[in-house]
């Protein structure tokens, strides 16, 4: 999955931002042939404000009550799901996630496999803090300019190493539902501990999500870690 943010220089801006990822999101749909995008909010509330401002009364109802609107008279369709009815059975989705919330993000991540890039317009810088902290991406500059960054995990190469091996070690899929697999995972941890590797619990959350866990594994692994 392809990741995208408005620059940080247009977080005020909140009309100027969204429509740029607007613009953004559906070159991106273009460009993977596809007839629509996605656009993820919090709930349908969102809808009103800024979005409304920018695609009009009458899509905004439409979004609400039949959950699409067609773009002018074209073919091309704006979806809407929401942290709630977020669903996908088909891939290379693409999706723009407006003014939503950490917890709406890592439904995203949650669900990358169906997703082949997401545009995501903040609201506050603190909305995308850890979202920014554990992935790489392309910061989108107001003439449209894009430049990659990468995470700033900056973790020990023992901490990578270890996080690895409980990935393959553990039945990551039941989201650490196993007491073998929490021992397992708390002893990897405390021996990190017991030689003084320098790491924090942010890092091992965000390592996990980094190795295909799913959010709720990689709390549950961070809250292990909280313990040690």
């Not at 220089?9 to 460009?31: M, P, Q, R, W, Y």
């Not at 709630?84 to 891939?91: A, E, G, K, N, V």
Request: charged content about 30%; glycine content about 4%; overall charge negative.
């Amino acid at each position: 999955m392809e990741r995208y943010i408005i620059d940080d220089t247009l977080i005020d801006d909140h009309t100027e931002g969204l429509k740029l990822g607007f613009i953004v999101a559906a070159k991106n749909a273009s460009e993977k042939e596809l007839k629509e995008m996605i656009l993820y909010v919090d709930t349908k509330d969102n809808l009103f404000g800024e979005i409304e401002k920018l695609l009009g009364a009458f899509a905004v109802k439409k979004l609400r009550k039949e959950g699409y609107f067609y773009i002018d008279e074209t073919d091309f369709v704006i979806r809407l799901l929401t942290q709630r009815t977020f669903s996908l059975t088909t891939i290379n989705n693409s999706v723009l996630a407006a003014f939503t919330s950490e917890e709406s993000l890592a439904v995203l991540d949650d669900k990358r496999q169906y997703i082949s890039s997401v545009v995501v317009v903040p609201w506050t810088i603190s909305d995308v803090s850890f979202w920014k902290y554990t992935w790489d991406y392309k910061s989108i500059c107001i003439d449209g300019t894009e430049q990659l960054v990468s995470n700033s995990i900056n973790a020990n190469q023992v901490l990578i190493d270890t996080i690895c091996k409980i990935t393959k070690t553990v039945n990551v899929s039941d989201n650490l539902s196993h007491t073998s697999d929490v021992e397992f995972a708390k002893r990897r941890l405390q021996e990190l501990r017991e030689r003084s590797i320098p790491f924090d619990c942010k890092q091992v959350k965000a390592l996990a999500l980094r190795n295909d866990w799913k959010i709720a594994g990689a709390v549950k692994l961070m809250n292990i870690c909280e313990k040690c």
